[in-house]
Nanobody, 121 residues
């Protein structure tokens, strides 16, 4: 079974940092671009960042540019999101997501269970 398991969330003060991890299993991790998506009651679902199969190309949503860095370790089947200078508006449940195929990186067929990030003083 395809599984994506996020970890690393928690409570952090504004300006602080967290690193999220997503462990993939049940599929060939290195064949897929992977995304981080976040969800809040106010904003709903918001795509955050995507990384290509080999980890050589990344794209971030404007609100996190310069603060978040997506990366991956295909040998460990793990996706990461380094989150620096966290702000209250970053508070959300963060999910990693696997695309269905190669062409549309945002057509997801599997999601993790999510990990909560709360930024508050």
């Amino acid at each position: 079974q395809v599984q994506l398991v996020e970890s690393g969330g928690g409570l952090v003060q504004p300006g602080g940092s967290l690193r999220l991890s997503c462990a993939g299993s049940g599929f060939t991790f290195s064949r897929y671009a992977m995304s981080w998506v976040r969800q809040t009651p106010g904003k709903g679902l918001e795509w955050v960042s995507v990384i290509d199969k080999g980890g050589s190309s990344t794209t971030d949503t404007d609100s996190v540019k310069g603060r978040f860095t997506i990366s991956r370790d295909n040998a460990k089947n793990t996706l990461y999101l380094q989150m620096n200078n966290l702000q209250p508006e970053d508070t959300a449940a963060y999910y990693c997501a696997k695309p269905r195929g190669d062409t549309n990186w945002f057509d997801y067929d599997y999601w993790g269970q999510g990990t909560q990030v709360t930024v508050s003083s």
